[in-house]
């Protein structure tokens, strides 16, 4: 196990980063060959199956591919802007991963809608309703693969009203990682802030359409803030549980 500003962390997520700082120092690329896992155990002096649940974790993410029989090789990962190597790393069940990840949303996500506001289209405001509009199916409907997709969709179309292409693919990028977590068995939403979710959304539409920048900002800046508060509530409790029903490493 390990501590981080005296917080328990579990031994798989810091073996997980450490693997990941191993690829980095070695210069590692796509398709190249890791060590086993009995030789990353040792590296990193923990056990066997606390680096089969970091290499879970890792080939969740698209870092890590493990091949039956063959071993484990760097994934063909791509920086956020089209590179052939990630400069970053991002663990969903890490704090100041996630601190990290919605600072970033709240610069890209505020300033987009906020753009929005004032280039959006007629037919890019259409999108942005129908996005909506499946968001609100997908929960009445119980359909929360369907939500996700929905959820997406609205917020890389207020990205693309915005008119900034490089914007337009942060959005894309940051949704990406955000996705992660689900594999992780982390929601996007908690299941009773659903209909919350939905209410922000049309609040951050209502301003777009009505032109009004600033408003459309604060509403962005309201949900993204929000969804970070659940995700870190949902992260302690996981850890909590996870210090008090496991031996830590």
Known sequence: MSTDG???RPGYEVAAERILELIERLNLHAGDRLPTEIDLAQQLDTSRSVVREAIKILSALGRVTAHKGRGLYVADGTSMLGGARQPTFYLPTNLEHVDRLFEFRKLIDVEASRLASTRATPLQLK????AVADCVGAFEAGDFE???RADDRFHESVAAAAQNPFLSEAVAQCRHAQRQTARLGLPTYLAANYDL?????AAIL??????????????????IERTEA???REIMTRLSQSGQGKTRE
Do not use: L
């Open 197 to 201: 979710a939905n209410k922000e959304h």
């Open 146 to 148: 369907a939500y996700g």
């Open 6 to 8: 005296g917080a328990y």
């Open 230 to 232: 659940e995700y870190r």
């Open 206 to 223: 209502a301003a777009i359409q009505a032109g009004d920048a600033d408003r459309a900002g604060q509403a962005a800046r309201n949900h």
């Open 127 to 130: 999108d942005m309703r129908e």
